[in-house]
């Protein structure tokens, strides 16, 4: 009987995760056109999935081994199935070997399930519930069911077992196990349920939005941040996301292969400090939106102080309805279950993209979240708070504040900076960036200039010709002034001759070396903490050693996950003579200031500060000082009330222990290495 109904159940199975795989696929298919190389993107694929999203799940080991184990299990498992029981390659020796290669890999599924049961019994409060809890009993089931048939192919239990009415029963009680293991295992992978993602999720890494994302060596790790341009000499383009429909297809398809693990949530600043924006819930309303219908079946937790549909808690809860050409944000006040989200949850984002880094299906969050804000800035207008007022300023006057451009060069009048306007060639451009207009960010700007002249670096300012970078546009979704900044800068700098842009602001540091290169501008961008340390490694420097207390260092986002630079800050520190004793969220895990992604003009409430919850970070190290590399951190560090630990960015530190040797003293260390020079310095006092 097991024979004959065996093939059945699996070619049936097949058949019908065929017809929702085209379902799934006329879903996404309702996005914008997005060109793919089809072929090449999915020979790819299982490089992708092997390397570059096992790398992020392997930051959890337990669940890097169970994933391994089911995952690779089932695939392997349901391969040989087929094999085995479907086309009845089962006898003889080519079939003895695959039968027991079918054992194997059933049971390393089953173990693996076991984990996965245990995790579910406990489940973290980031991870959704609803379907996703009877995900263990279906790879258990599925396991189960094919190991047992199996074992009676091979001959491990007795031939007589399935016979009479007690081998009816057993027959048919296998046939329910394998079909409710084959039901959710293929064929709720493109209809629906817990294994949805892995057939999306599939499909999402080979047709990714950003390939450029991923390794293309073992152990590698491909790096792609900036945001895309909008064609705005195209009147039929978009200006931004207004529908589901209006994503690219492979936007649609990668919310799709969301598994509602909740990394992102667990990562995400605003979400922890109570403002309206939990990123896993977003990316599901994306998914309810394509494929229209509520959130009613939503599991998880929803955004912060509402229930799934957006009423406050406490409140009646409405349900959101979405379709694919129906409005995705409602107005900024306004909860009528007529649209997916308010406004408020994508003005809450900094852009830190913690959520991207720590998901493993590789989910653009941050640039979904732009394109839906460039929507509501270019077609409606409609930015909260001080966005208008700095919009209207960055057109006004080419800067945030609405300072007058002529008075960029006022702090450093004494300073008598070299010009590229007079020089026309020098080795580095100092991109002074909108803190020459902060009072604060001056002392940066003055300690920096500093060193480089202690270093005898080569280097000029553009001066009044400088214009902002244009981040806090483009974050703010009004692309027109971004560009329209962008092209302007980038006509000015290629008056100009240099090797290198140099930098204290990673924003300013992201933009021109990885946005302005769309628009034609492309340079050598170096932050200032990675030039300071390649100016030591050169023994152009030399420190006196750090007398001062304890010190941790701040990861600015637009500096680490970003552009991925984590060590060269943490070398000038330890070359400074500082032990960094770090946060517990340091590295790609660092928590944001929530100074990015314009979230200080926009100014959303929740229930606590970002910047006060880095602050108690550093409090835990006992650090009295926190180093950072970026405007943008000092200035919401620093207004953290009884903060506690005084800030300071690591080009103050570094100027105040320069050792400036005597000319005398530079003449005799000409043609010594590094080291030579550093003990030369080291005996000349400042």
């Not at 096992?54 to 081994?65: C, E, F, G, P, T």
């Not at 222990?657 to 030369?680: C, K, M, N």
Request: glycine share 12%; charged share 20%.
């Amino acid at each position: 009987m097991l024979e004959t109904l065996l093939p059945i159940l699996i070619f049936a199975a097949l058949g019908l995760a065929l017809l929702g795989a085209g379902r799934r696929i006329r879903l996404w298919r309702q996005g914008r056109p997005s060109p793919v190389p089809i072929l090449k993107g999915l020979a790819a694929m299982p490089r992708r999935y092997l390397v570059d999203l096992h790398h992020v799940v392997a930051r959890d080991k337990a669940m890097s081994n169970t994933h391994v184990a089911t995952a690779g299990g089932f695939v392997a498992a349901a391969v040989l199935l087929i094999l085995v029981h479907g086309l009845g390659l089962g006898s003889g020796l080519a079939g003895g070997v695959l039968g027991w290669a079918l054992l194997v890999a059933s049971a390393t599924m089953f173990l693996g399930s076991l984990f996965v049961y245990r995790r579910r019994r406990n489940p973290p409060a980031r991870l959704s519930k609803g379907v996703w809890m009877r995900l263990p009993k279906s790879l258990m089931a599925f396991s189960l069911g094919v190991f047992a048939i199996t074992l009676l192919r091979v001959g491990l239990l007795p031939e007589g077992l399935l016979e009479g009415a007690g081998g009816w029963i057993l027959a048919l009680v296998l046939a329910a196990v394998v079909t409710w293991g084959l039901a959710e295992m293929v064929v709720g992978m493109t209809w629906g349920g817990p294994m949805k993602h892995a057939f999306a999720g599939a499909l999402h890494l080979a047709f990714h939005r950003r390939p450029e994302r991923f390794s293309t060596k073992a152990g590698g790790e491909g790096r792609s941040t900036g945001l895309k341009a909008l064609d705005l000499d195209d009147p039929e383009a978009p200006l931004g996301v207004e529908t589901p429909a209006d994503f690219t297809w492979n936007q649609l398809l990668g919310f799709d292969a969301c598994v509602q693990c909740g990394r992102c949530e667990a990562v995400c600043p605003a979400f922890a400090a109570g403002q309206p924006l939990n990123p896993k819930k977003l990316i599901q309303d994306m998914v309810v939106g394509m494929a229209g219908g509520s959130d009613a079946a939503y599991a998880g937790s929803p955004y912060p102080s509402q229930e799934p549909g957006g009423k406050p808690v406490g409140e009646h809860s409405l349900e959101r309805y979405g379709s694919p050409h129906g409005p995705i944000v409602a107005s900024l006040h306004e909860h009528d279950g007529k649209a997916l989200v308010d406004a408020e949850t994508l003005w809450s984002c900094t852009t830190c993209r913690a959520c991207v880094e720590e998901c493993p299906m590789m989910i653009e969050h941050v640039d979904a979240i732009v394109d839906m804000r460039r929507f509501l800035t270019l077609e409606r207008g409609q930015t909260p708070n001080k966005a208008p007022e700095v919009l209207d300023n960055l057109i006004a006057t080419d800067n945030p504040g609405g300072f007058d451009p002529g008075a960029r060069m006022h702090w450093a009048t004494d300073l008598e900076l070299p010009l590229m306007a007079d020089l026309q060639q020098v080795d580095v451009l100092l991109w002074l960036g909108d803190g020459a207009f902060d009072m604060r960010n001056q002392r940066t700007l003055r300690a920096l200039v500093k060193v480089l002249r202690a270093a005898r670096v080569d280097f000029a300012v553009l001066g009044n010709e400088e214009r902002d970078s244009g981040d806090v546009a483009r974050r703010l979704g009004d692309e027109a002034t971004f560009q329209s900044l962008a092209r302007r800068n980038i006509a000015t700098l290629a008056t100009y001759r240099f090797q290198q842009i140099l930098t204290c602001d990673p924003h300013s540091f992201h933009v021109l070396g990885n946005e302005y290169g769309e628009l034609g501008g492309v340079y050598e961008v170096r932050h200032h903490s990675t030039y300071i340390a390649e100016l030591y490694e050169a023994g152009r420097l030399a420190f006196r050693p750090w007398k001062g207390g304890r010190v941790t260092w701040h990861d600015p986002c637009y500096l680490g996950r970003y552009n991925g630079e984590y060590e060269a800050p943490r070398q000038v520190l330890r070359a400074l003579g500082i032990e960094v004793a770090e946060m517990e969220r340091s590295g790609f895990r660092s928590r944001c200031c929530g100074g990015g992604g314009g979230a200080p003009i926009t100014d959303i409430p929740g229930k606590r500060r970002i910047p006060d919850m880095r602050m108690n970070d550093v409090r835990e190290t006992g650090a009295e000082l926190v180093a950072v590399g970026c405007p943008q951190c000092t200035a919401m560090l620093e207004g953290v009330v009884d903060a506690g630990a005084e800030v300071r960015d690591i080009a103050e530190l570094v100027a105040e222990a320069l050792v400036e040797p005597s000319t005398s003293v530079a003449t005799d260390a000409v043609g010594h290495d590094a080291r030579s020079i550093r003990h030369l310095a080291e005996e000349v006092p400042l």
